[in-house]
């Protein structure tokens, strides 16, 4: 077996369309959907990320707001923005780039995005409401994941998931939403004993620990459909994942590539949540 690649791009395109349709059809009624995006200083991943956001909101109609602000900006000026953004009509999300200068705590800064704009689903609130199966913004990257694993068709009830990482923005909120879906999971992390043992069992890897090759072709059951999160450079500075590619992909029936996996998928889930955050004041 060879996997088949699971193409982010290309679900993104077609995600892309009905965000498009329905941002036309909001600005139609006087709600064009606004997204506004901060980025204190000057980290050139970031810097590339961010711009590729204010790409993808001009492509769907979403208005977008770039401000950018020198690494020496204060938290207070910082959350004062943040207050005039949350009352600010023509916004319906905001999203701070991470990660931030030092000088600034990032849960305090979350904490003062409105939980209606919070549209990375950072917020305690938003956790909280994944947690407990209500309503409410998904994180963009987990939540992209599951759009990448169910466009492959095969049912996720009944299977066994492992997720290997436990961050708060990607590894715990997908295995809730795994949970959500039926699947059975199992988080492993930097403190696990044997992952290898885990995800040979697994019918769904999602992996999201920022390590390349932490997923190998020994690692896993053949036929298993491999997600990869992950975005590093190799010794050749080329982009890769956390999955060694060469050596899982013939196992596996599904794969994600890196780049043109979850990547574009992050973002194709945040001009959703925006469209979403605007459809609800638009009602
Ligand atoms: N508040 C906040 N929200 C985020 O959602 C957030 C963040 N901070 N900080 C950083 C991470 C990272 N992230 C990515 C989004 C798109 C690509 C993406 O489009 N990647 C392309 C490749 C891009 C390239 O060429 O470098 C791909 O995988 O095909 C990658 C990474 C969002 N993040």
Known sequence: MTA???DGVALSRKIREEVAQR???????GHQPGLAVILVGDDPASATYVKNKVKACADAGVHSVL???DAALSEADLLARLDALNSDPTIHGILVQMPLPKHIDPQKVIERISTAKDVDGYSVQSAGDLMAGLPGFRPCTPYGCMKLIESTGVPIKGKHAVVIGRSNTVGK????LLLQANATVTICHSA???IGAHTRQADIVVVATGRRDTLRGDMVKPGAIVIDVGINRNDEGKLCGDVDFASVAPLASFITPVPGGVGPMTIT???MNTI???ERVAG
């Open 4 to 6: 088949q690649l699971i």
């Open 23 to 29: 941002a036309a059809a909001l600005t139609a009624r």
């Open 67 to 69: 401000e950018k602000y």
């Open 173 to 176: 909120p997908m295995a809730l």
């Open 192 to 194: 696990t004993v044997d």
């Open 269 to 271: 889930m945040l001009l």
């Open 276 to 278: 979403e955050s605007a």
